[in-house]
């Protein structure tokens, strides 16, 4: 006679099993009511999507939205090119810009899992010749300060556009960029810490960061479809090119090359809707992926998602997160931009949903439509119409008027004391290495890696820098006492002074 099998429930007194069964049923509930608001909110939502693209002149974008663990949309809108059909589609890859931030504070923190790393201790602990121009930075920086933007450095970012450099070389020239405010005084976004951060994972693990982003997050999570080359993205079908706007119309433009300046970690990723989603869903289950390996411990995940400074009048910022209430409801968000990409996501964690918007352009769609999106899924969106009324005008590019005005006044400047050639030759400053100035015509020009920038005679000893189409700034030559042009102070950062360059 077979023995008789009973059920684990059949021990339990009737209490003890009705709760757990209780409980499950009061989840599918909730799960299914908030199944039925999601799709409420996203009535009249493509419309939208569309309306957005035509106001802003965007060729094309892809959203996506993770709730329950579950992908409730994931869709392209317009074209990967301007002026051909090929569709955007959740698959389609662009760049994800300072979205990547947020990569390489992941990354840290499996480091900070396996011990080998503590935002809270110095860098030079872990880099012993890292440097910055302030020596009580240098003394006391930690991991977290780089994160966080409160290194006392402002952007310096014309570095990242103008001169090639290997991550290594360029995080030593660090020291020689000045810094607008005292350490740990204010916060003041920098990507060149993002840099000094991801060069710090590569060192910890012996290999570098774009490894470490492809083996921890990228293999583990499935995003399958994401690198953190441009490079790759050109051997990939599928990939939108990047546009910027020249009278009113988009127009595809060359993609940014990161490796070439030795950025990477501060926004190097390329990525899908589909890949963002997966990257999404394990922030809001906390740290697992889908198949439930742990790839970031919870504690870890509550350390980047936690506020460390204040950044703006009503939001704070965490590790690579920026933290505001929206409609009462706790978010967390992050853009990026780089030539011809927009990106924004959202984390809306007491809801359990994840927000991803890209485009191919450089505009205020991704922000416009993932706010758009939060407002949906809060209750909070009000009228379709009011939104479509409200879409921002497309701003017109700087104007050269006030360039041709400075150019055309009457000629009261005093003349230059030497002539053209005897201010060109090679200059150096530490940071930006040597550069070369030539004569170009009636003026000057200054030769970078990546650039070259016009200098247009002003008074005296003073020429006008033209770049981007900004108002030009003043570049002034100081004459030794042989009167030989010996130093060039070019305004290269507005928080900082001009930077001050040696005739070699």
């Avoid at 990547?100 to 935002?119: C, H, R, Y």
């Avoid at 693990?205 to 774009?210: F, I």
Wanted: hydrophobic share 40%; proline share 7%.
């Amino acid at each position: 006679m077979m023995p008789r099998v009973r059920s684990p429930l059949s021990s339990l007194s009737p209490a003890a099993w009705r709760l757990p069964v209780l409980c499950a049923l009061l989840a599918l509930v909730s799960l299914t009511a908030r199944a039925a608001d999601v799709a409420q909110a996203l009535q009249g939502f493509d419309a939208e999507v569309e309306a957005t693209l035509r106001a802003l002149n965007v060729p094309g974008a892809a959203v996506g939205l993770i709730q329950d663990g579950q992908v409730v949309l994931a869709k392209g809108y317009g074209v990967r090119e301007a002026g051909k059909p090929t569709p955007v589609d959740a698959d389609t890859i662009f760049a994800v810009g300072s979205i990547s931030k947020s990569f390489t504070t992941a990354v840290m923190a499996t480091q900070v899992d396996e011990g080998k790393l503590d935002w809270d201790r110095p860098v030079r602990e872990y880099l012993p010749d890292f440097r910055m121009y302030d020596p009580v930075a240098t003394e006391l920086i930690t991991p977290r300060d780089m994160v966080v933007h409160r290194s006392g450095l402002p952007r310096h970012d014309f570095i990242r556009m103008s001169t090639y450099l290997d991550r290594a070389e360029l995080v030593r020239r660090i020291r020689y960029m000045p810094p607008s405010k005292t350490f740990r005084e204010a916060y003041q976004y920098n990507n060149l810490m993002y840099v000094a951060a991801g060069y710090l994972s590569g060192v910890l693990a012996g290999s570098t960061w774009e490894d470490l982003v492809r083996e921890r997050l990228f293999v583990p999570l499935g995003m399958d479809r994401s690198n953190t080359s441009v490079r790759d993205t050109r051997r990939m079908d599928n990939h939108a090119l990047p546009h910027e706007l020249r009278q009113g119309r988009p127009v595809p433009v060359d993609f940014y090359d990161y490796q070439v300046f030795g950025i990477g970690p501060n926004g190097a990723v390329n990525s899908t809707v589909n890949d963002m989603l997966k990257y999404l869903r394990m922030h809001l289950e906390a740290g697992r992926a889908q198949d439930g390996r742990q790839v970031i411990s919870s504690e870890q995940v509550r350390e980047l998602l936690k506020p460390v400074v204040v950044s703006g009048p009503d939001s704070t910022y965490a590790l690579a997160w920026q933290k505001e209430v929206r409609h009462g409801d706790p978010a967390w968000s992050h853009g990026g931009a780089i030539t011809g990409f927009t990106a924004h996501m959202i984390l809306l964690p007491e809801h359990k949903a994840g927000i991803v918007v890209l485009n191919n352009l450089g505009s205020a769609l991704p922000a416009r439509v993932a706010q758009r999106l939060a407002d949906r899924l809060l209750g909070a969106a009000g009228d379709t119409g009011q939104y479509l009324a409200t879409l921002a005008k497309q701003p017109t590019a700087p104007s050269p008027s006030s360039a041709e005005a400075h150019a055309a006044a009457p000629g009261k400047a005093a003349p230059a004391s030497l002539p053209l050639q005897g201010y060109a030759g090679t200059w150096f400053h530490p940071a930006y290495g040597e550069i070369r100035v030539e004569v170009a015509g009636r003026g000057l020009r200054v030769v970078f890696d990546a650039l070259q920038l016009d200098l247009t005679h002003d008074n005296h000893d003073t020429f006008r820098l033209s770049y981007g189409g900004f108002d030009p700034l003043p570049v002034q030559f100081l004459l030794d006492t042989a009167g030989r042009a010996a130093q060039m102070r070019l305004p290269l950062e507005p928080a900082a002074p001009p930077f001050v360059f040696e005739r070699k």
